[in-house]
Nanobody, 124 residues
Framework: QVQLVESGGGLVQAGGSLRLSCAAS????????MGWFRQAPGKEREFVAA????????NYAESVKGRFTISRDNWKNTVYLQMNSLKQEDTAKYYC?????????????????WGQGTQVTVSS
């Protein structure tokens, strides 16, 4: 089993930045890719970004390209999401996810493990 714990969420003004972290523990050797998803009230969970564990391949939703950057620290078993130029529409609960197979997939159903989420609120 793999446990994922997110941190770094909070309240920020539009145009500001936040960095989310996701620490993995347990059978981390089984992880080959990780991703970030988000869910706003009344909306479906949507893909944000993903990275394969080697860090070579990344994938981003169009809505965050150029503003968000996903990265990983293999020694710390941690994945980060640097979010810049935040907009009000980025307000959501952000979830970290991990999958055993090695591809930066965009569908939530393709991930095997999930964290509890961290809230990001962007004010005007």
């Amino acid at each position: 089993q793999v446990q994922l714990v997110e941190s770094g969420g909070g309240l920020v003004q539009a145009g500001g930045s936040l960095r989310l972290s996701c620490a993995a523990s347990g059978h981390t050797f089984s992880i080959n890719a990780m991703g970030w998803f988000r869910q706003a009230p009344g909306k479906e969970r949507e893909f944000v970004a993903a990275i394969i564990w080697s860090g070579i391949n990344t994938n981003y939703a169009e809505s965050v390209k150029g503003r968000f950057t996903i990265s990983r620290d293999n020694w710390k078993n941690t994945v980060y999401l640097q979010m810049n130029s935040l907009k009000q529409e980025d307000t959501a609960k952000y979830y970290c996810a991990a999958r055993r197979l090695g591809a930066a997939k965009t569908m939530a159903s393709e991930y095997d493990y999930w964290g509890q989420g961290t809230q990001v609120t962007v004010s005007s």
